[in-house]
């Protein structure tokens, strides 16, 4: 095999040639301008840290090539320059040498590049993104050409469509008579991409030709490298652009109109996070605020917070339930931890490709950068911008929509459901197998669930009913009566409230099937605490009704089955309800253990209509799921009292005692309680929906906790054949993705890489 491949040979193996080379063959392949060069493989690194030994016949006659090639001497009109290239991607790490005119030094060179794959930062750069040690790298040598010449000559970098919103245009920078390293050292500040169309014309067309030509054949958008001699557009590299969630979903869309990608590839290369950033916040209009500044809107969508300096104080507050903004003169790799921790993002200096701008574009976070006229003093702790000054503390909002920056926390309101989002979310309609279903308590829930495409509401939770002070004291009337008549008008009294509460409901519903959860919470949660009372009644009933354990204590059905007249009344006041606005309702036992309780309470049900579901949360209930199958119409799966019944964690404690201590060490690797664990809960969950199918073939199951809108948790319940998942209405749209995404997995779908491919369950913790 030879040592040396040229970028016009055939191979385009990127373990042998690293991706830059393989990229530069195909490149050289596609017909584009790409200036004249070889790579000196992989292989022949590795027989270079075997040996020491380079081959340098081959590369001899490989420059003697080059040069007949250009037409040009080295030293006389032709310089090279080195470059590493490894199969993945290491930004920056290793070494580049420039402007290399003789024989000899391009050989130092070589060995210089491969000896730099080893140097400390290309070491700890490989530990911290977990790349192989092995991999190795090539050197690739290239004619220069020279963007610094007097007349027509630049270089610049272009996105081939707009990486904040999509748009089919180029994007970019240029720099006339610079070099590469020009642009990238900030010394001269570059123009936008424009001043290459009216200065010549002819070569910004041809970039536009390049840009279609490399999309079509990577079919995707790229990020090009290019520069211009005496009027010459040469094509240096190209690679998949970074983009914003809401411009990865415009570009898979526009692709599949444009024939590039199909349908399927669209949804399986989104990430929940693109589509969530569809659902960013926005400023509530209408906007009459005016902004005390504007920078470049770097990554969409709107965040108010305190104003931040120091990355780790970022932090800090936000594990305290701080929103805060980091403004920082420019980010660097440092900064991730507060980055990542704030709400938004704020920089004074840097463009739309800087450090601040491509992470939180990868994070899907608020962004606006380049803010010239904001003066950060990072030791003082202030902003100045002209007379006003801004100190640690301050609220901010930032919208990374129109690059505007605000004194105050601005309202922000979520955002609408745009064409793009409805238009991906019909393709993932017709793929995904699970139903889309929200929880949702209140017709304002009902309505956003609606509008974001839910298909049911598959928990509606009835406690939420009573917390308006109204409601409140009819419970409680409930709570403390003494008498059977006080009782009995206090409950007539609820009844009234909840067929109210019903109609309200199932006009909002307008057609789409709900499922209402009978009472779950214990009654002393609808009383006053201790403290906050001094009447002896309640004093007294608080005394009686207190538990050591609530949380295992009188709930749910249990409730249900001691104070007979809540649930009848519940049941009543649906029935009621429906005989005034026809709606197609399910009632849902909570905490249910054995089937004597579900007979129990089917007693109350008058109404053959009214479809009678458990609660699949509780261990026995799982155990019994065969026989509670023969009497259930449905079973939904409440993963969040299910995880905390199989772990013994208390579910409103955990994150804060001991799972911080439990996930930095490693003994789990997940919060369970947002992430479902696969092999314990899961593996229940698993054998109880074979169970109950084996008695009952049709018996609908669904999952209504947490974990219906949590990406590997849903890829889980596709495969155990769960018929549907309910989740918070904000969720839904990333649901149906996901939903979509495992229903094409396992199908084999054409395009593998699914970008949020970590279907893996195989954690390590056993
Ligand atoms: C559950 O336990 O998963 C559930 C959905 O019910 P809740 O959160 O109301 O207990
Ligand atoms: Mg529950």
């Given at each position: 095999m030879p040592s040396v491949f040229f970028f016009?040979?055939?191979?385009?193996?990127k373990f042998l040639l690293g991706n830059k080379g393989a990229n530069l063959v195909t490149m050289t392949k596609l017909g584009l301008p790409v200036p004249p060069g070889f790579i000196v493989s992989i292989e022949a690194y590795r027989e270079y840290q075997r040996s020491?030994?380079?081959?340098l016949e081959e590369l001899r006659r490989a420059l003697s090539w080059l040069q007949k090639k250009t037409g040009k001497k080295l030293g006389d009109g032709l310089s090279v320059s080195v470059r590493s290239s490894a199969p993945a991607s290491m930004p920056g790490m290793m070494d580049t040498v420039l402007n290399l005119k003789d024989e000899d030094k391009i050989i130092s060179a070589v060995k210089r590049v491969f000896d730099s794959w080893d140097n400390l930062r290309a070491v700890e750069y490989r530990r911290l993104n977990k790349i192989?040690?092995?991999?190795g790298t090539s050197a690739i040598v290239q004619a220069m050409v020279l963007?610094?010449?007097?007349?027509?000559s630049g270089t610049g970098v272009v996105f081939t469509?707009?990486?904040?919103?999509?748009?089919k245009r180029l994007f970019g920078e240029y720099l006339d008579r610079a070099q590469g390293e020009d642009l990238v050292s900030g010394k001269r500040t570059p123009q936008p991409i424009e001043t290459l169309r009216l200065q010549m014309p002819e070569v910004y067309a041809e970039l536009e030709r390049v840009a279609d030509i490399l999309e079509r054949h990577f079919r995707d958008m790229q990020d090009v490298e290019f520069t211009v001699e005496d009027g010459k557009l040469y094509v240096l590299q190209t690679r998949s652009g970074k983009r914003s969630g809401r411009a990865a979903v415009r570009i898979a869309i526009d692709m599949v109109k444009e024939g590039i990608i199909s349908p399927e590839e669209a949804i399986l290369r989104l990430t929940p996070e693109d589509v969530r950033a569809l659902l960013y916040k926005q400023l509530?209009?209408?906007?009459?605020y005016r902004p005390v500044a504007q920078g470049l809107s770097a990554c969409p969508g709107a965040a108010s917070g305190k104003v931040v300096f120091d990355p780790l104080e970022a932090d800090t507050k936000a594990r305290l339930n701080e929103a805060v903004i980091l403004v920082r003169p420019e980010t660097s790799p440092e900064d991730i931890q507060g980055i990542h921790a704030a709400e938004g993002v704020l920089t004074s200096r840097g463009g739309l490709t800087s450090h601040a701008a491509i992470v939180t574009r990868a994070m899907g976070k608020p962004c606006v950068c380049g803010a010239e006229t904001l003066n950060i003093d990072l030791k003082e702790e202030t902003l100045t911008i002209g007379d006003l000054v801004i100190r640690k503390g301050d609220e901010i909002t930032i919208d990374g929509d129109t690059g505007n920056i605000y004194l105050g926390a601005l309202p922000l309101q979520e955002a609408e459901a745009t064409t793009e989002l409805k238009e991906l979310m019909s393709w993932a309609d017709s793929y995904k197998r699970l139903g889309v279903w929200a929880n949702a308590d209140t017709v304002e829930m009902i309505l956003q669930a609606k509008k974001f495409?839910?298909?049911?509401?598959?928990?509606?939770?009835?406690?939420?009913?009573?917390?308006s002070p109204e409601r409140l004291s009819a419970i409680r009337e409930f709570i403390l009566a003494q008498t059977p008549a006080e009782r009995s008008e206090a409950i007539n009294h609820l009844q009234r409230l909840q067929k109210e509460d019903f109609i309200d409901i199932f006009r909002a519903l307008d057609g789409m099937p709900i499922i209402i959860r009978l009472l779950d919470m214990?009654?002393?949660?609808?009383l006053p605490s201790e403290e906050e009372t001094t009447d002896p009644q309640v004093k007294e009933r608080l005394r009686e009704l207190r538990e050591v354990n609530p949380m295992l204590g009188h709930r749910g059905v249990r409730v249900g089955v001691t104070f007979p007249e809540i649930y009848q009344m519940q049941i009543d006041a649906i029935s009621e309800a429906r005989a005034e606005v026809p709606a197609n309702v399910a009632i849902m036992v909570p905490q249910?253990?054995?089937v004597q309780e579900l007979l129990w309470v089917k007693k109350?049900?008058?109404?053959?209509?009214l479809k009678v579901g458990i609660m699949m949360e509780t261990v026995r209930a799982c155990m019994r799921a065969g026989k509670l199958a023969q009497e259930a119409d449905f079973f939904s799966f409440g993963t969040n009292d299910l995880t905390q019944a199989v772990f013994s964690f208390s579910r409103e404690d955990v994150e804060r005692k001991f799972l911080t201590t439990y996930l930095e060490l490693g003994i789990?690797?997940?919060n369970p309680f947002q992430i479902l664990d696969i092999k314990g809960v899961g593996r229940l969950m698993e054998t109880a929906v074979s169970w109950a199918r084996k008695e009952k073939k049709t018996l609908e199951i669904g999952v209504c906790g947490e974990?219906?809108?949590?990406p590997l948790s849903i890829r889980f319940f596709h495969r155990i054949g769960i018929d549907y998942v309910s989740c918070s209405p904000f969720r839904i749209p990333t649901t149906k993705l996901v939903a979509a995404q495992a229903a094409l997995e396992q199908k084999g779908a054409p395009i593998s890489a699914p970008s949020e491919s970590a279907a893996k369950d195989a954690s390590s913790v056993s």
């Open positions: 016009e040979d055939e191979c385009e193996d020491g030994k380079l081959p192989p040690s092995d991999l963007g610094n010449k007097e007349k027509n469509r707009n990486p904040n919103n999509g748009q509530k209009p209408p906007v009459q495409g839910a298909e049911g509401i598959g928990l509606c939770r009835t406690e939420r009913q009573f917390n214990p009654l002393h949660e609808f249910v253990i054995t109350y049900i008058k109404d053959p209509a789990l690797e997940h974990h219906a809108g949590e």
